[in-house]
């Protein structure tokens, strides 16, 4: 089993910063890709950002060239930078990884493993 967890989120200011990160524990041996979900109010759960073991990654185009997402295999660990931050990124974000021994066709939203989510709210 993996656990996911989420910090970083907060309140900051359209045009700020904040990094997300995301630390894996349990059977780490077994994760694969992972990546980040947002979920705003009234809205549909959205891939933000995903990357591989390879450090393949893919954005949404809502965050392509404001966001980056990188992974540190020695801690376990994934990170959301978001940078030129609009209202419109407000939502809680969520961390997933997928297992190395399921397929996409199992999973749900493209991971078995997830994280209770960060609030990021920007606002003036």
């Known amino acids: 089993q993996v656990q996911l967890v989420e910090s970083g989120g907060g309140s900051v200011r359209p045009g700020g910063s904040l990094r997300l990160s995301c630390a894996a524990s349990?059977?780490?041996?077994?994760?694969?890709?992972m990546g980040w979900y947002r979920q705003a109010l009234g809205k549909e759960r959205e891939l933000v950002a995903t990357?591989?073991?390879?450090?393949?990654?893919k954005y949404a185009d809502s965050v392509r060239g404001r966001f980056t997402v990188s992974r540190d295999n020695a801690k376990n660990t994934v990170y959301l930078q978001m940078n030129s931050l609009k209202p419109d990124d407000t939502a809680l974000y969520y961390c997933g990884a997928a297992s190395k021994f399921t397929t996409i066709a199992t999973r749900t939203w493209m991971y078995d493993y997830w994280g209770q989510g960060t609030q990021v709210t920007v606002s003036s």
């Open positions: 990357i591989t073991n390879t450090n393949s990654t």
């Open positions: 349990g059977s780490i041996f077994s994760i694969n890709d």
